[in-house]
């Protein structure tokens, strides 16, 4: 079946983004734009596009979901020995995009990435619904499997094994933290003029402010 999508489109229309009124930390931001985006958006308003460049510089992306940030950066937890957790191992740099359609705004975040503290992600992986926890365990994240029947049976001997027991996180799994160089929020406007403000990390770590062209 063809389709013409050419003509799919949709006018923007939201708040301007003026950097007269917008804070100096771009965190601040970022708090409030989420804020808002929780509000209007659900539990969608976390999920982000995660790019990550593998060894032969070939880039990679998929949406993964934030679950905590502060000036120290954007957190997020995945089994380390999937292919972005061995892409980050060998490039520890990504890029990550927030899209909210519903306030027509979008964050684009880069910068270095690390580890966080094993006491990170032992809290974060005890505040997990128990069949997360158990997920983190039977899914080999990204490698081949036959079928689906190959995960519902090691979801039966993982369930088996830790029948009433507390879940331990697994040593694989944890979480990442991005260490923001460079944030830019987006503001979708009317006929494509839409404003952009970018904010850029400097020595000492104080922030430099710029507008962009549509």
């Known amino acids: 079946m063809t389709r013409n999508i050419a003509d799919i489109r949709r006018d923007y229309e939201g708040g301007r983004l003026d950097e007269s009124q917008a804070p100096?930390?771009?965190?601040v931001l970022f708090d409030e734009w989420f804020s808002l985006a929780l509000e209007k958006e659900g539990k969608d308003c976390n999920?982000?596009?995660?790019?990550?460049?593998?060894?032969?510089?070939r880039p990679h992306s998929r949406v993964v979901l934030l679950k905590?940030?502060?000036?120290?950066?954007?957190?997020?937890?995945?089994?380390y020995h999937s292919h972005k957790g061995s892409e980050l191992s060998n490039v520890p740099y990504a890029a990550m995009t927030f899209w909210w359609p519903s306030l027509s705004r979008q964050v684009r975040i880069e910068g270095p990435v690390e580890q966080v503290t094993t006491d990170e992600s032992d809290e974060y992986f005890a505040s997990r619904p128990r069949g997360s926890q158990l997920g983190a365990w039977i899914a080999t994240q990204s490698v081949v499997i036959p079928d689906r029947n190959w995960i519902e049976?090691?979801?039966?001997?993982?369930?088996?094994?830790?029948?009433?027991?507390?879940?331990?996180?697994p040593i694989h799994w944890g979480g990442y933290r991005v260490e923001p160089e460079m944030i830019e929020f987006?503001?979708?406007?009317?006929?494509?003029?839409?404003?952009r403000l970018r904010f850029e990390r400097r020595d000492g770590g104080e922030w430099s402010r710029f507008r962009l062209a549509p």
Do not use: C
């Open 24 to 27: 100096d930390d771009p965190f």
């Open 47 to 57: 999920a982000m596009t995660l790019a990550t460049v593998d060894s032969q510089g």
């Open 68 to 79: 905590g940030f502060d000036e120290r950066g954007m957190v997020f937890f995945t089994n």
């Open 153 to 169: 049976e090691r979801q039966k001997r993982f369930e088996q094994a830790y029948d009433g027991q507390a879940i331990p996180r």
């Open 186 to 195: 987006w503001q979708g406007q009317p006929s494509r003029l839409h404003d």
